[in-house]
């Protein structure tokens, strides 16, 4: 136990040179409270509310293939600010990514994983970013910045086609990753999902027109029901000819509007 200790007792620096405070000049010592500590000079501060942020991804796997959907609207705050802002980013003809959340943190991943691709091309070695490879890259990635406390505000959706089968995968800000039929990010995870999944349980039965109905009656619901989703959205496909993308636009109905009034 150390004599005349006192853990209560806040660490003052003590200045000697009296002639440049004035204090107490008769003093010899003089005791000042320093503004901020050397470890309080390097604190590294890190962005913890996103600015400018996506709403849902929607995405699942059909008999041939899977299909993704995500509108296009870039929200500031509450603000539909850019209104032509894609969220869903072709690798190759095999895999697609997709994000939801921090839209300056999505357009990080998307160089790094251009940069990535440019890389093992210029290797000349045969290989490919495959779906299930960029899904282990994105986790590593992802857990890499949360570990440094400085994580990526998004949600991540890799998908496309392995070994001729239907790939699936999410991974969130915090690098957990899963893979899974049915996957949704955002709000869209909790007012879609339930039913949806439903309606899925036989999803491997679901051709490719049938999954797309099915999608755009997903991106019409999310519409209604989410105040930061946008009309305008696009849909991609991936199965084992290749990759395709649809731009489309909700067309909603209003007609229900006058009996909801008075209803909250």
């Known amino acids: 136990m150390l004599s005349g200790f006192n853990p209560y007792q806040p660490c003052w620096d003590t200045i000697n040179d009296k002639d440049d405070f004035n204090i107490n000049s008769s003093a010899k010592t003089h005791i000042i409270n320093p503004l901020e500590t050397v470890a309080e000079r390097n604190i590294r501060t890190r962005t913890v509310t996103p600015v400018v942020t996506g ?17 296009i609207l870039g929200s500031y705050g509450s603000l539909a ?7 869903i980013h072709q690798v190759n003809d095999k895999t697609v990514l997709a994000v939801s959340g921090d839209l300056s943190d999505a357009d990080y991943i998307k160089e790094a994983i251009d940069t990535k691709v440019d890389e093992d091309i210029v290797q000349e070695d045969g290989g490919e970013m495959t779906p299930l490879a960029l899904y282990s890259w ?7 910045r949360r570990t ?17 089968e239907p790939f699936l ?21 909790h007012l879609a999902q339930g039913w949806i999944r439903t309606i899925l349980e036989n999803s491997n039965k679901l051709n490719k027109d049938q999954a797309e109905q099915l999608m755009d009656r997903i991106i019409k619901q999310l519409f209604y029901r989410d105040c930061r989703a946008f009309a305008r959205y696009r849909v991609c496909i991936v199965t084992n000819d290749g990759v395709e993308f649809k731009a489309k636009e909700v067309q909603p109905d209003w007609s229900l509007a006058p009996l909801l009034r008075n209803t909250e």
Not at 56 to 69: C, R
Not at 81 to 87: F, G, L, S, W
Not at 138 to 144: A, D, E, F, G, V
Not at 148 to 162: D, H, Q, R, W, Y
């Open 138 to 144: 994105c986790t590593r990635l992802m857990y890499h």
């Open 169 to 189: 995968g999410r991974i969130n800000d915090k690098g957990s990753a899963y893979k899974e039929f049915l996957i949704m990010t955002g709000i869209g995870n």
């Open 55 to 71: 709403s849902s991804v929607a995405a699942f796997t059909f008999k041939d293939g899977v299909i993704l959907a995500a509108d």
């Open 148 to 164: 440094k406390f400085n994580p990526l505000l998004t949600s991540i959706i890799v998908a496309g086609m392995e070994n001729k």
């Open 81 to 87: 600010k850019y209104r032509n802002h894609p969220r």
